[in-house]
């Protein structure tokens, strides 16, 4: 006989049509809600990582992957007013490993006027001849737009959304307002006219509606003093590499600056996303838990439809871990199966994901993204084979549970109880 006894009978119990229809009816229902349930699962998570992706680079086309900024205290303050300080950290930071560029930059936070329309603003100031190669903005921008970024020029390059609240276009004037006060407390405003030298869409709605560009030298005679924020952006060949690169990068820093990268200065929003994420996963983990459910439920009917071969098995001398060990086999072979389909199932979606929604779009005619409303308007998908490996895994595990309890059930027939009326 083919051995060991358990798998035998089991991968038997598991090839046999049983005459109860039901049972088998809910064998079929099992396997196939576990992949089902997986698959769902690897596709919604590499959409969610494909719009996490797409929702990155918009986020870091204006944003610096890291920034050296003045520290807190009257370190930072004194470092601060230093332009030799300045010079040094930017001379460091061009040296370092993986940095495409390094510019100056400084924000003011200002409220443009047009007419009766009036929209607060933040308007950064750039060193036109060192950002493009820390920012995105030239792509977005006509040839030569930045440098009609000039000191005394008056110039300025707005978001889209900017620019339509204002009802402004190329060559239109706009008045900027900063709020301030003289020795006495006494609010006194300060005004400048200002000329859109180009208009910039980067897809990124809060960036488009709320930035506005202007050359640092003009930005800082506006501010009057120090702007809120000012230092050096950093941008590298891959965002990624960010993190780890600021922390080496700390160390070559004068004293009173600091370093921040862009998972410091985006933290809620990835942290919601990340927290989006998990409860979709448990959510739809509860998928496969009600088809290991199902297991429960088919192993123990098919428990009460054997309870005559169990007890024949045990009067042959079976143990009842050998007894057990038949309906653990059954188990997660049904299990495994549907994990292992919904494994091939939700991997080849997920890396078609895209062609798949727009063929289903030609098919039936509508657009899930509408370009008219949704800024991204195609699903993107990131298959991360973690992911995949988590998913298994967590789907092995409970299938794996499931069959324990009806096992340990098909344990504990008496024999001479289950052929007594046999």
Known sequence: MFQPLPLFVGLRYVRARNRKFFVSFITWVSLAGVCVGVAALIVILSVMNGFEGISRERLLALSAHARVIAGPGDAGRAAAAQASTWQSALAAMETLPGVTGVAPYAELQVLAL???????????????????????????????????????????????????????????????????????????????????????????PETDSMLALGHIEEVFALAGAEPRAFGLVLRYADALQAPAGVAAAAARLPAGLSMRDWTQDHASFFRAVRIEKTMMTLILLLIVGVAAFNIVAMLVMVVTDKRTDIAILRTLGASPRRVMGVFLVQGLVIGWSGVLLGVLLGVLLAINATEAVALLERLFGFRIMNPEVFVISRIPSELRWTNVGLVAGAALVLTTLATFYPAWRASRVAPAEALRYE
């Not at 006060?181 to 869409?201: H, K, Q, W």
């Open 114 to 204: 047009r007419g009766a329309e009036s929209r607060p603003l933040q308007l950064r100031g750039v060193d036109p001849a060192l950002e493009s190669k820390v920012s995105e903005i030239a792509r977005a921008l006509r040839e030569g737009a930045l440098t009609d970024l000039q000191p005394g020029a008056a110039r300025l390059l707005l978001g889209r959304g900017v620019a339509a609240w204002l009802g402004v276009g190329v060559g239109d004037p706009i008045t900027l307002l900063v709020p301030g006060v003289d020795a006495g407390g006494t609010p006194v405003p300060r005004l400048r006219e200002f000329r859109v030298a180009g208009i910039f869409e980067v897809g990124h």
